[in-house]
């Protein structure tokens, strides 16, 4: 069987000859099959749990975890299968839309800095700050340097996270065209599910093409050493949660977060607690 710490090496984009199309959205680096996988990942989820009651206990650094893919990548589904591995006590999620009126008013990493996790704590966010060089560059809200600009500025902002002791991880969820057909399809057959699509999803996955541009770019600028993007094959399922599992795991086991010494009287402590 493969290496199971080599998934972070695999995915990772390294920018200089960087291309996403290069990249398969099928394929399964790692664990070619299926009937490991699953064992595998509740073992990475065991191990997620145990790492982060240790950061909350040592309440000094934080883990932000950035989650971006095309419409129907499977953000959600991520969230739901690997990321409630986490103690909910200690997370924050966020799902970033369309602007509000206020955020608007506001540059674009203002909604960004109010989603940072503070010490002790992970922050997951269910799109994020690049929809400001995705969405926006797509539908031609803003121009080529103005891109070029905001990659500049992201990599500030991340610097200044990993600095100030938050780790960062960014996640693309890699889906092919016929993939998101499918999965597109599925909603529109399951009355349930009709609520996740709108026809502005027809109208952006004709965008295909310019999404993939921007994606390609984005990627490519903003993989750096203190905030690496891993591009996630996730045409199947079951390999996007064991790859991003074993990822986050073994990122938090590199932070090695040990809790506070607290030296106790404890015999005198369990005396007095039966006297109560």
């Known amino acids: 069987m493969a290496n199971p710490k080599g998934f972070a090496e695999r995915l990772l984009v390294e920018p200089r000859g960087f291309r996403l199309k290069a990249r398969d959205a099928g394929a399964t680096p790692g664990c070619e099959k299926k009937r490991n996988a699953h064992a595998r990942t509740a073992e990475n989820l065991e191990r997620i749990d145990a790492l982060q009651f240790q950061l909350y206990a040592e309440d000094r650094r934080s883990l932000l975890?950035?989650?971006?893919?095309?419409?129907?990548?499977?953000?959600?589904?991520c969230i739901r299968k690997v990321m409630t591995a986490f103690n909910p006590a200690g997370t924050k999620v966020h799902s970033?839309?369309?602007?509000?009126?206020?955020?608007?008013?506001?540059?674009f990493l203002w909604r960004i800095h109010a989603a940072a996790p503070g010490r002790g704590e992970v922050a997951i966010l269910n799109r994020s700050h690049y929809e400001d060089v995705i969405?926006?560059?797509?539908?031609?809200?803003i121009d080529r340097a103005e891109c070029t600009r905001r990659y500049r500025v992201i990599n500030e902002f991340e610097r200044q996270l990993a600095e100030t002791g938050t780790t960062v991880l960014k996640f693309f969820?890699?889906?092919?065209a016929d993939e998101q057909l499918?999965?597109?399809?599925?909603?529109?057959?399951?009355?349930?599910?009709?609520?996740?699509?709108?026809?502005g999803d027809i109208e952006e996955r004709a965008r295909w093409g310019d999404y993939q541009g921007a994606f390609q770019d984005a990627l490519a600028h903003c993989s750096t050493p203190h905030a690496p993007w891993y591009v996630i094959p996730a045409n199947h399922k079951w390999y996007r949660d064991l790859a991003v599992s074993?990822?986050?795991?073994?990122?938090?086991?590199?932070?090695?977060?040990k809790p506070p010494e607290v030296t106790l009287d404890v015999k005198r402590l369990r005396a007095r607690l039966r006297r109560t």
């Not at 989650?67 to 953000?75: E, M, N, P, R, V």
């Not at 597109?184 to 599910?193: C, G, I, M, S, W």
């Not at 074993?246 to 977060?257: N, S």
């Open 246 to 257: 074993q990822i986050v795991a073994d990122t938090l086991e590199r932070m090695a977060p």
């Open 135 to 141: 969405v926006v560059r797509v539908h031609g809200l």
């Open 96 to 107: 970033f839309k369309v602007p509000t009126p206020e955020e608007a008013d506001h540059d």
């Open 182 to 199: 499918e999965r597109l399809l599925a909603r529109l057959d399951d009355p349930e599910r009709h609520w996740k699509f709108s026809e």
């Open 65 to 77: 975890i950035v989650l971006q893919g095309i419409d129907a990548a499977g953000k959600d589904g």
């Open 173 to 176: 969820l890699h889906i092919d």
